[in-house]
């Protein structure tokens, strides 16, 4: 089976930075797309960012300039770098992955259990 677990989260001032973790255990092949949302209290989930296994990221306009997202695809980890963080940033963070168990299996999309960031006074 595979696992995805999300660290790093916690409360944070405004202006305040924290680094978010996603690592994905168990049998895996490859993994493609891997991306970051997030979902606030009585709002629905929402993309943060994407990044390909060949790098190549995209940031949602509320985050860019802010966000930074990265992986290091011999680990299966993948990194969220929040900087200048806002209390409307304030949600449930949650990595998501495209995986390939076997070479000749297809993809499946995983979800993490979600780590909660906090951006308050």
């Known amino acids: 089976q595979v696992q995805l677990v999300e660290s790093g989260g916690g409360l944070v001032q405004p202006g305040g930075s924290l680094r978010l973790s996603c690592v994905a255990s168990g049998n895996i092949f490859s993994s493609n797309v891997m991306a970051w949302y997030r979902q606030a209290p009585g709002k629905q989930r929402e993309l943060v960012a994407t990044i390909t296994s060949g790098g190549s990221t995209n940031l949602a306009d509320s985050v860019k300039g802010r966000f930074t997202i990265s992986r290091e695809n011999g680990k299966n980890m993948m990194y969220l770098q929040m900087k200048n963080l806002k209390p409307e940033d304030t949600a449930v963070y949650y990595c998501?992955?495209?995986?390939?168990?076997?070479?000749?299996?297809?993809?499946?999309?995983?979800w993490g259990q979600g780590t909660q960031v906090t951006v308050s006074s």
């Open positions: 998501k992955a495209q995986i390939r168990r076997f070479y000749w299996s297809k993809e499946v999309e995983y």
